[in-house]
């Protein structure tokens, strides 16, 4: 498997807080990507980067923000939570932007 | 615009009967075409990808798919399955700016 890890795996926060979520990879690759997985909605792209400091908008965006100051590290954060952001959410990792390889996961409940 | 539509939400077949997932997508250009599982609770697994060459892919779990070109399909095969394939299938197309469109997935059900 991939050398990805997703931090925490669980989380529950309150609605209107900010909540930041962590994808650690050591495969030194150059893509990332968050997504969200919903039940009847599949996967949808939220953020990706490709490379240190340069990301970009997903399809659904509204809502997040995404950092990359080193390689190893993309960190998406809900700026203020909202209970439509409960999912559960999925880092991949790419080396060349062609075959993704996802992390464990992440699951979030906005109460 | 790209996509890819897996056409049956759920597929119920009894053990070790065969079994084929369906995965259809729309795009003018070449392509590299993915499936990906997802057992209960765990995060996405590659099953098998076709990138050039050979238009039959094989993969793990004694997986193997399909590309037809001319039809624009990338269908999903196994000829015996088990309980354990119990699971979510999804198809994935690539874009060319380096992003995977997704179908919206397929569940499998193994009845005893």
């Known amino acids: 498997d991939a050398g990805i890890t997703q931090s925490p795996r669980h989380k529950v926060t309150e609605t209107g807080t900010p909540v930041t979520l962590r994808c650690h990879q050591t495969?030194?690759?150059?893509?990332m990507y968050w997504y969200r997985q919903d039940p009847g909605h599949g996967l949808r792209l939220i953020h990706y980067?490709?490379?240190?400091?340069?990301?970009d908008k997903g399809e659904v965006s509204d809502g997040y923000s995404v950092s990359r100051s080193k390689t190893e590290d993309f960190l998406l954060t809900l700026e203020s939570a909202t209970s439509s952001q409960t999912s559960v959410y999925f880092c991949?990792?790419?080396?060349?932007?062609?075959?993704?390889?996802f992390g464990p996961g992440t699951r979030l409940l906005v109460l | 615009a790209q996509s890819v539509t897996q056409l049956d939400s759920q597929v119920p077949v009894f053990e070790e009967a065969p079994v084929e997932l369906r995965c259809n997508y729309s795009s003018s250009v070449s392509v590299y075409l993915f499936w990906y599982v997802q057992y209960p609770n765990q995060g996405l697994q590659l099953l098998l990808k076709y990138l050039s060459g050979s238009t039959l892919v094989k993969g793990i779990n004694g997986f193997e798919a399909e590309f037809n070109k001319s039809q624009t399909s990338f269908h999903l095969r196994k000829p015996s399955v088990h309980i354990s394939d119990t699971a979510e299938y999804f198809c994935a197309v690539s874009r060319s700016n380096y992003q995977l469109i997704w179908g919206a997935g397929t569940k499998l059900i193994i009845k005893p």
């Open positions: 991949a990792i790419s080396a060349s932007g062609e075959t993704q390889y």
């Open positions: 495969e030194n690759h150059r893509y």
């Open positions: 980067s490709y490379g240190v400091k340069d990301t």
